[in-house]
T-cell receptor
Framework: KAGVTQTPRYLIKTRGQQVTLSCSPISGHRSVSWYQQTPGQGLQFLFEYFSETQRNKGNFPGRFSGRQFSNSRSEMNVSTLELGDSALYLC???????????????FGSGTRLTVV | LAKITQPISMDSYEGQEVNITCSHNNIATNDYITWYQQFPSQGPRFIIQGYKTKVTNEVASLFIPADRKSSTLSLPRVSLSDTAVYYCLVGDFEMDSNYQLIWGAGTKLIIKP
């Protein structure tokens, strides 16, 4: 079956711009989480969506937002980009809350965002 | 919340057994321990998960002592392709809102010929 698909794979933006990243989860997975990964900070949790509702949120400023659609696809948006937002943004899906602990997340390959 | 400590890096040689230990002193009763593997420019990939004692699958074993304050990922007979970053994750995927899974900083494993 198809894995988690993230688009685009690479993105270069200018400071002050905004960006939207897309994630299509594995079919049947209703939960989508977003992570930021940088060499210095490791994996940092952004937020998790389940059934179009944000269920968890990490410690990121309001410039980082997301949403989930009825087909479980998710987007995250970063407004007023800063140089420090350069990172690999990972999307991870799982079947959903209450559907079992086993295996946890399946990750996509990520979107590499570079802010110049 | 559990704080996770794992070695920053490790080296080993092809054919050897590699053990990576993760410390999680404040693990909660319902928390599971999960290990992921990550190659450059890819997302992390599930390796193994356990709650207590020993779990084994086709790629690794996971040893968890009775107090569950640490866990050891064991990779038997490693090859060059096992060079990657290994993450320890503690948490309960069953939990509902306002609960964050705790990730270790990752162990960069380098396998030499």
């Amino acid at each position: 079956k198809a894995g988690v698909t993230q688009t685009p794979r690479y993105l270069i933006k200018t400071r002050g711009q905004q960006v939207t990243l897309s994630c299509s989860p594995i079919s049947g997975h209703r939960s989508v989480s977003w992570y930021q990964q940088t060499p210095g900070q490791g994996l940092q949790f952004l937020f998790e969506y389940f059934s179009e509702t944000q269920r968890n949120k990490g410690n990121f400023p309001g410039r980082f937002s997301g949403r989930q659609f009825s087909n479980s696809r998710s987007e995250m948006n970063v407004s007023t980009l800063e140089l420090g937002d350069s990172a690999l943004y990972l999307c991870a899906s799982r079947k959903g809350i209450g559907t079992g602990r086993l295996y946890g997340y399946t990750f996509g390959s990520g979107t590499r965002l570079t802010v110049v | 919340l559990a704080k996770i400590t794992q070695p920053i890096s490790m080296d080993s040689y092809e054919g050897q057994e590699v053990n990576i230990t993760c410390s999680h002193n404040n693990i909660a009763t319902n928390d599971y321990i999960t290990w992921y593997q990550q190659f450059p420019s890819q997302g992390p990939r599930f390796i193994i998960q356990g709650y207590k004692t020993k779990v084994t699958n086709e790629v690794a074993s996971l040893f968890i002592p009775a107090d569950r304050k640490s866990s050891t990922l064991s990779l038997p007979r490693v090859s060059l392709s096992d060079t990657a970053v290994y993450y320890c994750l503690v948490g309960d995927f069953e939990m509902d809102s306002n609960y964050q899974l705790i990730w270790g900083a990752g162990t960069k494993l380098i396998i030499k010929p």
